[in-house]
Nanobody, 123 residues
Framework: QVQLVESGGGLVQAGGSLKLSCAASGNIFSVGPMDWYRQAPGRQREPVATTTSGGTINYVDSVKGRFTISRDNAKNTVYLQMNFLKPEDTAVYYC?????????????????WGQGTLVTVSS
């Protein structure tokens, strides 16, 4: 099957930086836009950096100017560079993408979530 695997989370002091990675693996045929979401304790999951149908990246207002999404198509990997981190950035970060794969002689597309990676920012 196919999956997304995030990495790069951890504990960092306020003002610090982290770079998250999310790699698609399996019998991948193609990968659609790869987006980042997060879920803070006691809160709903929210989009952090998402791709519009026209290919534009939208960032949630609270991370604009601090977070940057990038992608390595050759590696089917998306990154989230997070700078000037704040305690309110503490959350589990998830990536999401439509993964298209071949199963026998059929093509399938599955909207897939990673397992999440925890980012904790101390004050």
């Amino acid at each position: 099957q196919v999956q997304l695997v995030e990495s790069g989370g951890g504990l960092v002091q306020a003002g610090g930086s982290l770079k998250l990675s999310c790699a698609a693996s399996g019998n991948i045929f193609s990968v659609g836009p790869m987006d980042w979401y997060r879920q803070a304790p006691g809160r709903q999951r929210e989009p952090v950096a998402t791709t519009t149908s026209g290919g534009t990246i939208n960032y949630v207002d609270s991370v604009k100017g601090r977070f940057t999404i990038s992608r390595d198509n050759a590696k089917n990997t998306v990154y989230l560079q997070m700078n000037f981190l704040k305690p309110e950035d503490t959350a589990v970060y998830y990536c999401n993408a439509d993964l298209t794969y071949r199963d026998s002689d059929q093509i399938h597309t599955l909207n897939t979530w990673g397992q999440g990676t925890l980012v904790t920012v101390s004050s």
